[in-house]
């Protein structure tokens, strides 16, 4: 069973960063280019919504319009890990983040829709300070 763990979440004021990371594990040994790596979030009230997405497969990104360039995605030097740089953060960006994994296998999918992916973590909060 395919695990998700994501840290990195913080207080921090406006225009400051953090760094996510999102460790992935039960996934089979060399087959973790068979996922399509996700970053959701959902603040207080509101639904779900995308915010960046990272095709294993076609080392491909997507993001939602409301964090290009300030976000990146990336997939981490230590095994299963993907990580989601956030830099300028605003207080709207204040949410509980949460990492997922789609089953694109091989394929150059980044689905921004949630019921897509198989696998969740079980977030980590990101707080902005005005």
């Known amino acids: 069973q395919v695990q998700l763990v994501e840290s990195g979440g913080g207080l921090v004021q406006a225009g400051g960063s953090l760094r996510l990371s999102c460790e992935a594990s039960?996934?089979?040994?060399?087959?973790?280019?068979?996922?399509?790596m996700g970053w959701f979030r959902q603040a207080p009230g509101k639904d779900r919504e995308f915010v960046s997405g990272l095709n294993l497969y076609k080392s491909s990104t997507a993001y939602a319009d409301f964090v290009k360039g300030r976000f990146t995605i990336s997939k981490g030097d230590a095994r299963h890990t993907v990580y989601l740089e956030m830099n300028n953060l605003k207080p709207e960006d204040t949410a509980v983040y949460y990492c997922?994994?789609?089953?694109?296998?091989?394929?150059?999918?980044?689905?921004?829709?949630?019921?897509?992916?198989?696998?969740w973590g079980q977030g980590t909060q990101v707080t902005v300070s005005s």
């Open positions: 039960g996934i089979l040994s060399g087959t973790f280019t068979m996922y399509t």
């Open positions: 997922a994994a789609d089953r694109t296998y091989y394929t150059s999918t980044i689905s921004q829709i949630e019921s897509s992916y198989d696998y």
